[in-house]
Antibody, heavy 119, light 108 residues
Framework: QVQLVQSGAEVKKPGASVKVSCKASGYTFTNYGITWVRQAPGQGLEWMGWISAKNGNTNYAQRLQDRVTMTTDTSTSTAYMELRSLRSDDTAVYYC????????????WGQGTLVTVSS | EIVLTQSPGTLSLSPGERATLSCRASQSVSSSYLAWYQQKPGQAPRLLIY???SRATGIPDRFSGSGSGTDFTLTISRLEPEDFAVYYC?????????FGGGTKVEIK
């Protein structure tokens, strides 16, 4: 069965960076991409971007593209999302989801990773 | 960027009643690339509807989606206790992908 298991909660100071991992299993990793979505406490969902696990092509949300980097490691079937220059409004639950292209409604989601940015 | 506006913000209904949720887009959604997700507290979103009207695998037929262009609707024909949750519409036809602000369906 398809599973996406994310890394644990993080607490970071403003200006720091965070790297969240998403380990995939139950399917051929390179046949799909990974979408990243975040959700601030009590708020709605925000699409952050997508990466192809086949060739590393990315499509980032413009408002984040200066601070976000998405990568994959095909040897471990793991996707990563790094967010730099963290601010308090980056406090959110970060989700990964499987998507063959960015223009797909994702079915399989990770459990979410809470990132708290606080001084 | 396509802005999705959901209404109402909160819907207070009783089990067995019909729920009608609206999602309006600021511009036409390409090829009806419009989905609906359900989210419960502490859980990841769950895909209900894609392509505006196709039910995802395992989704009960009390959930139905309709609409095209800029106006879309999610209908829950008879609310079950497990249906009380927040629902988001989501367009995935043009970058950046966007979500609506959500409609909370609560028990009256």
């Amino acid at each position: 069965q398809v599973q996406l298991v994310q890394s644990g909660a993080e607490v970071k100071k403003p200006g720091a960076s965070v790297k969240v991992s998403c380990k995939a299993s139950g399917y051929t990793f390179t046949n799909y991409g990974i979408t990243w979505v975040r959700q601030a406490p009590g708020q709605g969902l925000e699409w952050m971007g997508w990466i192809s696990a086949k060739n590393g092509n990315t499509n980032y949300a413009q408002r984040l593209q200066d601070r976000v980097t998405m990568t994959t490691d095909t040897s471990t079937s793991t996707a990563y999302m790094e967010l730099r220059s963290l601010r308090s409004d980056d406090t959110a639950v970060y989700y990964c989801a499987r998507a063959p292209t960015f223009a797909v409604a994702a079915v399989y989601w990770g459990q979410g990773t809470l990132v708290t940015v606080s001084s | 960027e396509i802005v999705l506006t959901q209404s109402p913000g909160t819907l207070s209904l009783s089990p067995g009643e019909r729920a009608t949720l609206s999602c309006r887009a600021s511009q036409s959604v390409s090829s009806s690339y419009l989905a609906w997700y359900q989210q419960k507290p502490g859980q990841a979103p769950r895909l209900l509807i894609y392509g505006a009207s196709s039910r995802a695998t395992g989704i009960p037929d009390r959930f139905s989606g309709s609409g095209s262009g800029t106006d879309f609707t999610l209908t829950i024909s008879r609310l079950e206790p497990e249906d009380f949750a927040v629902y988001y519409c989501h367009q995935y036809g043009s970058s950046p992908l966007t979500f609506g602000g959500g409609t909370k369906v609560e028990i009256k």
